[in-house]
């Protein structure tokens, strides 16, 4: 894929974004700036990125959700609201204990933790 504006707006809203986002929220974003494109760019550049490994998708029930931080890191879901937040994965060592106690080196964990936020307490 070249590059474009459309697509540079699309990866930078992802990669700001702290909300990991659906393509639905994305469109809305960008198409405040551009507002001509089209979720079918939205999906084609999301789809892109993902592939590529700019960004990461989390498949969350039916959609999918987009998360531009690459560092290794977990995450934190509230069963009521559905946000989803970051927690540093040398909180949790899953991938040295795997390495250690099974002898097998993981390349990529995906790791979501399920519960009440803070807010619904």
Avoid: W
């Avoid at 977990?74 to 040398?90: E, R």
């Avoid at 390349?107 to 519960?115: A, L, P, Q, V």
Wanted: glycine share 6%.
């Amino acid at each position: 894929m070249r590059y474009s504006r459309q697509g540079e707006l699309i990866y930078r809203t992802v990669k700001k974004s702290k909300m990991h986002p659906d393509a639905n929220l994305v469109y809305e974003q960008v198409k405040k700036i551009v507002p001509k494109i089209s979720l079918g760019t939205v999906y084609r550049n999301l789809n892109y990125f993902t592939k590529n490994g700019l960004i990461r998708s989390i498949v969350d029930g039916s959609k999918t959700r987009y998360d531009g931080n690459l560092d290794p890191h977990y995450h934190l879901q509230c069963d009521i609201c559905g946000v989803i937040k970051d927690i540093k994965a040398k909180d949790i060592n899953l991938r040295f204990q795997l390495n250690d106690k099974y002898d097998f080196k993981a390349s990529n964990i995906e790791f979501t933790i399920k519960g009440k936020c803070n807010k619904h307490k």
